[in-house]
């Protein structure tokens, strides 16, 4: 039997039920789901985390989906959802939420004296914690981007040489083309979400074996990110032992262990013909930008690059993320 919040989970069976997370000022109340699968099987549990970006869904529809079906008397050990980590953004439909645009994954362990979004973060890892030998803490790109699936393992100071094993090892199984390695000790133009107060490096810290699954694009549900969520999951729950099927994954994949957004320097519309997965040579195109004038302006790869994510909603302001690329990578061996 397993205890998630006080509610118990015998071996076999399947649990849904929601926790009170906060209180909004008219006295409605906020409330989280929570998932538990017991398999009959004595066995690793496996936390998959969702929706900590409010408008990010791909992962934990593949999740809840994935709950239905497995079948328990298979599963060697527990999985954990936490589909709607930051419901309070879910209902915004945006990343973080009006109350306090706090971004939640910038906010772990939490503060239970602290903002909502803090406190949202602390109760979901506080209790989450005590059961979770591992963690998939599944993202999507923003909204205007479009990107195929890919995910990201952070090499973490202090976390041991075992636990950064069974990391990548999940990493690799989960088995998308497209993967990233971040070292927080030498990371640079990275999103702040990316390298602090994120699950997964918190998980790390504490001696949980975690990476992200970026399931494609925000503000949506698709069915082949979807399906590639679940395959990903399957793999490491294979890879965990967890159940006895073939990991499944593409023949190639790619490890991206340097990268780096390109900004706008100017206004207008901006449209381009590259798409995520493409390797594109130092002076190629990536796109053009202008406001229904003569003057376009065209940017070029500086250095050759892999095109991780690319922007799908043309209007860019300066300053404004229209391409997320890799600078290094190689076939993952
Ligand atoms: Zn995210």
Redesign the pocket.
Known sequence: MVTVYGNNVEMGERAYFTIPVGELAHKAVVEMPVIVVAGKKKGPTLWINGT??GD?LNGSYAAWELSREINTENLAGNLIVTPVCNPVAFECRN?TSDIDNMDM?TAFPGDPRGMLTQRIAYLVYEEIKKHADALISF??MATPYSADPYSVRKIVPGVSKQINQTAEGMQRAFGVATNCLVDLRSASNELP?VTSGALDITCLKDGIPAFMGEMGQGGKIEDSYVNAAKQGILNVMSYLSMIGEEIIKPYKQILITKRKFLRSNCGGLATSNVRSGEEIKAGGSLLDIHYYGDQINSYCAETDCYIIGIRENPIVNTGDRVAFVGTEWSEWQ
């Open positions: 900590v970006h990010e990343k994954d993202h999507t979400g």
